[in-house]
Every structure is written in C-alpha cells, then in structure tokens.
C-alpha cells in the first residue's frame, strides 16, 4: 500500500504561483509512475501532469505546457508541481497519483493510488 498525501494549495491572484507538494508514505514510490489529475467542479478529472520512476520524462496536458513543472525525489519520497502564470481555468482541487508501471498514462483509471487532494484557487 500507498498513502499519498498533497500540500500546498491555496488561494492566488492570477499570474501567480504555487508549489504543490505530494508526499508518500508505506512503501518507497522510486518503483512508480507519479500524476498529478485535478478536477474543477462540475467537471471530470482531469490529467495535468506525469513523471516517470527515474524522473527524467514528464508529460503534460497542453493547457499547463510552459507553465507547469513536475518533479519528483525519490530519496524523500516526494513529488512536486510547480504552477507558474497560473489563471482562474487552472482552479480546481488536485490529486497526486501513483501507478505501480514504467510508463506515464493519462486515464485516470489506471492509477492504484490516490491523495486526498488539495484546492487551488486561481482568481481574476
């Protein structure tokens, strides 16, 4: 077992940035792909960004390219993202997600384990 536990959410004005940070406990996650998904209300969850185990391949969806960063360190246990420029689309609450393979997927579906979230708050 996996217990993921997101940090760092939080109001901003637009333009600005945040840190979100995933920490995992009970088992080392070096062996997993880590996402981050978010989901605003309403709406489905949603793919935002992938790592892959060794941390040298991410993947994002088009809205965040350029803006968001992902990363993760394996010796902490911790995955991050890094949100800059960040706008009142990008408000919804994320989860940090792990799947115990090589590769970086985009369904929701086809990760193991889950956060319990953490709201962002974009405002114009």
């Known amino acids: 077992q996996v217990q993921l536990v997101e940090s760092g959410g939080g109001l901003v004005q637009a333009g600005g940035s945040l840190r979100l940070s995933c920490a995992a406990s009970?088992?080392?996650?070096?062996?997993?792909?880590m996402a981050w998904f978010r989901q605003a209300p309403g709406k489905e969850r949603e793919f935002v960004s992938g790592?892959?185990?060794?941390?040298?391949?991410?993947a994002y969806v088009d809205s965040v390219k350029g803006r968001f960063t992902m990363s993760r360190d394996n010796a902490k246990n911790m995955v991050y993202l890094q949100m800059n420029s960040l706008k009142p689309e990008d408000t919804a609450v994320y989860y940090c997600?792990?799947?115990?393979?090589?590769?970086?997927?985009?369904?929701?579906?086809?990760?193991?384990?889950w956060g319990q979230g953490t709201q962002v708050t974009v405002s114009s």
């Open positions: 790592i892959n185990r060794s941390g040298d391949s991410t």
């Open positions: 009970g088992r080392t996650v070096s062996g997993a792909v």
């Open positions: 997600a792990a799947r115990s393979s090589w590769m970086v997927v985009m369904t929701r579906y086809d990760y193991d384990y």
